[in-house]
């Protein structure tokens, strides 16, 4: 399972090829440089002065015991300087978050649409091999984990190593003989923290998981949902989705017990260690070596460093989280392109005429190499004629389209279209050229214009009405009382299937291509809505090569030629009535199964 995986890939190791990776994506910030090295400088600015607080703090107790030596002297002046930080501090933390933001969020973004760009234009071939709900997550979470990354993270760090040196030094300058003291306890609590906190990190990571499973219960359900209501099987899933729910809830409160063990500890470790620490400073000041506001700055810095301590071992985590989602995002933008460079013509080959033919093609997918679904196939089209391709379910047919699009590489022989190899003609022209209309018809969620116009987006209203009536669509569009405007839905789906169909030839009339693919375009339709398309569809053949692709013999009847494929090649070939004239041909033999029908 494609999820499983990732969660084992979220952490990567600290090396330095790591960081090379986390490094690459860093890249995307130079455009925006100027204002991360301001955010940067007011981070650390920022920081320096948080950390005069505890010292001034100490200074305020030790002026109110009467303390003249420093060159404030008056509890509320050194009050008001107090508050006078802190409010610098605050107008200063104010801008370095805004400008991470906008330097990270612009950056991401930049990520995300060349993420998108490479994605898009990688071949077919990829999709098969990626799930959808994995690749969504490239562009969503490890996106947005690595946003975190440098707006928050990085600043984090950053203010914590300063926080931690400042703290250090100031507290070994002022009291050298309490802050070795400190030392020795401070590793106890800092040791403890981290064993805990990796069994902690295991077993909530492991009720995440099974929160990963259980939503991927849910979301199958949902998209199937016809289905399991159609098998009345809600009773069923149901306890699929609980069973995953309480192995979710188990799992979390077995970690939890961890959590409050650690939490007791923590706070009774880190109380005993200030005690140890006041008890120790009290022992200091008795003996006159150390003043009360001193003792008071000392416990301040204490905090302060343990803070970021602590928070520079989550840092650790997060920056191993990092690494993994930029190396999930640098593995899409590794992946070649169908074309070298991006295209941004779409017209079609110059004059094409439309003669294609394929020479001893062999293919087989990558996914199933062993299999060789088409198997020294030759076949001949003239510009201009009309033929079909027949065969059992799984015979190849589809294949064949999608070769001609170069929707997949790596075949053997020869695929031409006007004589030339495939290969050489840019790939967004033969695209251009080459118009297919699909058994299932998914359109965009958009406006019936839009959908139409997809086939042209420079068409004008005048075109997109002329392809419309074409198509036999506007009469069912102008029923609509938003003409046009009509929002389709989710995939089309507020339209019938023979609507659907219609607005698919309307578009692929806007596209008029030279050579037109019909692929099982009729099989799913009533008898109704299939005379009308039949109509739409005549209209779409006019001056155009056309391969009929079908398992329903009545629509192909009147083609010109009748290639029927079997184990890869083609068997037989000729018009309806030569091949039925044959006695034992398969195709009579299809023919006969479908009178039977
Ligand atoms: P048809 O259109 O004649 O029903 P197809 O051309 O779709 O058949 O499929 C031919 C064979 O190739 C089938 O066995 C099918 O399972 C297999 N196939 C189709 N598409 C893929 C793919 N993307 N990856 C692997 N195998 C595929
Ligand atoms: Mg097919």
Redesign the pocket.
């Known amino acids: 399972m494609a999820r499983e995986k990732l969660k084992e890939e979220d952490k990567r190791k600290l090396n330095s090829e790591n960081f090379k990776k986390l490094y690459s994506i860093f890249q995307y910030l130079i455009p925006y440089r100027t204002k991360f090295i301001v955010g940067l400088i007011f981070l650390v600015v920022g920081s320096f002065l948080l950390m005069g607080f505890p010292y001034i703090a100490g200074k305020l107790i030790d002026v109110a015991g009467g303390d003249q030596s420093w060159y404030l002297k008056d509890i509320n002046q050194v009050a008001l300087a107090l508050m006078a930080i802190l409010f610098l501090q605050g107008v200063i933390s104010y801008f370095r978050v805004y400008l991470f933001a906008q330097v990270s969020e612009n950056a991401m973004a930049d990520v995300r649409n060349d993420l998108y760009k490479r994605l898009i234009h990688l071949p ?2 990829f999709f ?1 091999k990626n799930r959808t709900g994995d690749l969504m997550s490239r562009i969503t979470s490890d996106v947005s984990m690595l946003q975190t990354t440098f707006s928050t993270t990085l600043a984090e760090l950053i203010r914590q190593v300063v926080t931690l040196v400042v703290g250090l030094t100031a507290i070994f300058i002022t009291t050298p003989a309490l802050s070795v003291f400190m030392l020795c306890v401070l590793p106890v609590l800092i040791v403890a923290a981290m064993i805990f906190g990796k069994k902690i990190r295991v077993l909530s990571r492991k009720s995440q998981d099974e929160l990963a499973i259980s939503s991927t219960i849910a979301e199958e359900t949902f998209q199937s949902i016809l289905a399991v209501k159609s098998f009345t099987n809600e009773t069923f899933e149901n306890r699929r989705f609980s069973a995953a729910q309480s192995r979710v809830a188990s799992t979390a409160i077995g970690a939890a017990k961890y959590r409050a063990a650690f939490i007791s500890f923590i706070i009774f470790a880190l109380f005993g260690a200030m005690v140890a620490i006041i008890w120790y400073g009290a022992l200091l000041m008795q003996r006159g070596e150390m003043s009360i506001g001193d003792l008071i700055s000392f416990v301040l810095y204490t905090a302060f460093i343990g803070g970021s301590i602590a928070g520079l071992g989550d840092l650790f985590g997060q920056l191993q989280r990092a690494i993994g989602a930029s190396e999930r995002i640098l593995e899409i933008q590794q992946e070649d392109t169908e074309h070298e460079e991006v295209v941004v013509s779409t017209q079609p080959v110059d004059n094409v005429l439309g003669n294609i033919s394929f020479e001893n093609v062999t293919f087989s ?4 190499k062993d ?1 060789k ?1 088409l198997n020294q196939l030759s076949l001949n089209i003239q510009s201009g004629e009309k033929v079909a ?1 027949v ?12 070769l001609l699009m170069r929707l ?1 590489k790596g075949y053997e022989g020869a695929i031409k279209i006007d004589n030339k190899e495939i290969g050489t003609y840019d790939l967004a022209q033969l695209r251009a050229s080459i118009g297919i209309v699909p058994q299932e018809i998914i359109l965009f969620g958009g406006s019936i214009r839009e959908n139409i116009a997809y086939g042209n987006p420079l068409a004008t209203e005048e075109e997109i009405i002329a392809a419309a009536k074409k198509a036999h669509a506007i009469e069912f569009i102008d029923s609509f009382p938003e003409g046009l405007d009509t929002l389709v839905g989710e995939r089309g789906i507020k339209l019938s299937g023979g609507q659907r169909q219609r607005i698919a030839i309307a578009r692929t009339i806007l596209k008029n291509p030279a050579i037109l693919i019909l ?2 375009a009729t099989s799913s339709l009533d008898a109704e809505s299939e005379n009308q398309v039949q109509q739409a569809f005549n209209e779409l053949m006019k001056n155009r090569t056309t391969l009929i ?1 079908a ?1 329903r013999l009545a629509t192909i009847k009147s083609v010109d030629n009748i290639f029927v ?1 079997e184990n890869g090649s083609i068997k037989e070939s000729g018009n309806h009535d030569e091949l039925l004239g044959r006695t034992n041909s398969t195709y009579n033999h299809l023919v006969n199964l479908q009178l039977v029908e």
């Not at 065969?391 to 999608?402: E, R």
């Open positions: 077919i071939n098969d997918y990558e996914s199933r299999i679904v391709i065969g059992k379910s799984g015979a190849g047919k589809t294949t064949i389209a999608q997949y692929d099982e692709i398992h494929l």
